[in-house]
């Protein structure tokens, strides 16, 4: 019977000690070092764990903020550019405007015009095929028009001036710009290189 007293009884004398041990630690920490104290007393299979938590000389940390952005009106998303006619230009063999004229530029352009008509883009099947084949043969019609543009622009540029991904960029604005110019309004769209050789 003393046995079974004495065991009991020693857990508990085991556990107060360590719990006044555990207080004496907490007391004596430094109050800049402000981390949470946990204490783990294991007696037999069972344990006993006191909850972290902030030290009671030290405010709560603030609670955390979200970086989700707060749900609204969703970001709009820009429409996709009107497709346009597509009318290939053929392939050009120029000489540049270097000293000695010993290179020259081969290249096929194809030019994005805007369709005349602004419901063209709702066109399906049959009806979009004979209203693009319309709008061709206008363009066709004035293709010495851009065939002149291009061959006069092309045939003034250096190797340094196209040679680069830059310099074709600005080549393509400058065709752009100049058949616009030269037609009256803004027609083309785009300018396409299909084919760009320097030699």
């Not at 009671?56 to 970001?75: A, L, M, V, Y």
């Not at 010993?102 to 290249?107: G, P, Q």
């Amino acid at each position: 019977m003393k046995a079974r007293l004495k065991k009991p009884l020693i857990a508990a004398l085991a556990l107060l000690v360590l719990l006044g041990l555990g207080a004496a630690v907490y007391m004596l920490m430094p109050a800049q070092a402000g981390g949470p104290l946990q204490i783990s007393i294991n007696i037999g299979n069972h344990g006993t764990e006191t909850p972290a938590g902030p030290s009671p000389e030290q405010p709560s940390p603030p609670p955390q903020t979200s970086t989700k952005p707060s749900p609204g009106r969703p970001t709009p998303v820009p429409a996709p550019p009107p497709e346009g006619i597509l009318l290939p230009v053929g392939t050009k063999v120029i000489n540049l405007a270097d000293p000695g004229g010993y290179r020259y530029l081969k290249t096929s352009i194809v030019l994005e015009f805007e369709p005349e008509d602004p419901k063209f883009t709702s066109l399906k099947g049959e009806a979009r095929l004979k209203k693009e084949e319309e709008m061709v043969k206008e363009l066709k019609s004035r293709t010495a028009v851009y065939e002149d543009i291009i061959t006069t622009l092309l045939s003034s540029k250096t190797f340094e001036e196209v040679f680069t991904i830059q310099g074709k960029e600005h080549l393509k604005a400058e065709i752009k710009e100049r058949i616009n110019t030269r037609l009256g309004r803004e027609e083309v769209l785009e300018v396409y290189f299909t084919e760009f050789v320097i030699q």
